[in-house]
């Protein structure tokens, strides 16, 4: 259990049957009365993000959340499953809780899923991955510029900015953070 003393910018507490994360804090102390502390708070299933305050003495509950190492498997329509590594159950995540991640993933790749109360609400993926370069342009002789690039789309669809060297076929890694090109993979 949490007083509004212990609320900090990154913790995550439970409010009306929902986990959220406080992105903003501060504490404010006004001349007469009792400290406030005004929170930005971001409910962790829907995203949604609003401000609220609190007076000091009110209590919270700890989101009760895990995280799993689990295995990407295949794709069903709109749901993506994932496979626990250490008890081999299987969970299903919607292509809208996994939003922009969906074009990193690749059969068998090993990703943190956050679980709440048994059912997971969002996956975090490694910080690198590698990925086969499905359709490139061809190198054009004198495309020698210093910072040229082109785009080359992966075997997930992702369409990534590569060194004009990069050829189809190539793997290469790629920074999930960013979503930009790494290094070729040999």
């Avoid at 900015?161 to 090109?181: A, L």
Wanted: charged residues 30%; negative net charge.
């Amino acid at each position: 259990m949490y007083e509004s003393s212990d609320l900090r910018k990154g913790l995550k507490v439970e409010i009306d049957g929902d986990p959220y994360e406080i992105v903003d804090f501060q504490f404010v102390k006004p001349g007469k009365g009792q400290a406030l502390y005004k929170c930005r708070l971001k409910n962790m299933i829907s995203g949604i993000q609003f401000d609220r305050t609190y007076r000091s003495g009110e209590k919270f509950n700890h989101a009760d959340l895990d995280e799993q190492q689990m295995e990407y498997l295949y794709t069903d329509g709109d749901e993506y499953h994932f496979m626990n590594t250490a008890t081999y159950e299987q969970e299903a995540v919607s292509a809208a809780q996994l939003g922009d991640n969906v074009k990193y993933l690749k059969e068998n790749i090993i990703c943190s899923v956050l679980l709440f109360r048994g059912k997971p609400i969002g996956v975090s993926l490694p910080n690198f991955i590698e990925l086969r370069v499905l359709k490139a342009d061809p190198w054009v002789k004198g495309d020698t510029a210093s910072g040229s690039s082109k785009p080359a789309e992966m075997e997930t669809g992702l369409v990534v900015q590569v060194p004009p060297f990069i050829e189809e076929g190539e793997k290469i890694k790629i920074d999930t953070r960013t979503g930009q090109y790494v290094e070729r993979v040999k």
